[in-house]
């Protein structure tokens, strides 16, 4: 059976280009906070930090690191809540 528009999870983008550790992940941290479960947030980040600590932080908060991707000099960090 296909799923319907609301049967997907909500998907948000936050951009943090020019954002430093810990201070990314804290602005994550209050968005993920504020989803419903299930729910993805897609960080895009250019400090080489975040690839390592975002990802550590967000499971240590019960949250699923569904991906990250690198794309010229930033990445792409895929979190579910």
Excluded: Q, Y
């Excluded at 569904?66 to 010229?72: C, N, Q």
């Amino acid at each position: 059976m296909p799923r319907s528009a609301r049967d997907s999870p909500e998907v948000e983008e936050m951009i943090l280009r020019g954002v430093r550790c810990p201070l990314n992940w804290a602005r994550a941290k209050v968005r993920l906070e504020e989803m419903g479960v299930g729910a993805r947030l897609i960080l895009i980040v250019d400090d080489p930090r975040a690839v390592r600590d975002i990802p550590r932080a967000a499971e240590a908060h019960g949250h699923a690191v569904l991906g990250i991707t690198e794309l010229s000099g930033e990445w792409r960090i895929e979190i579910e809540r």
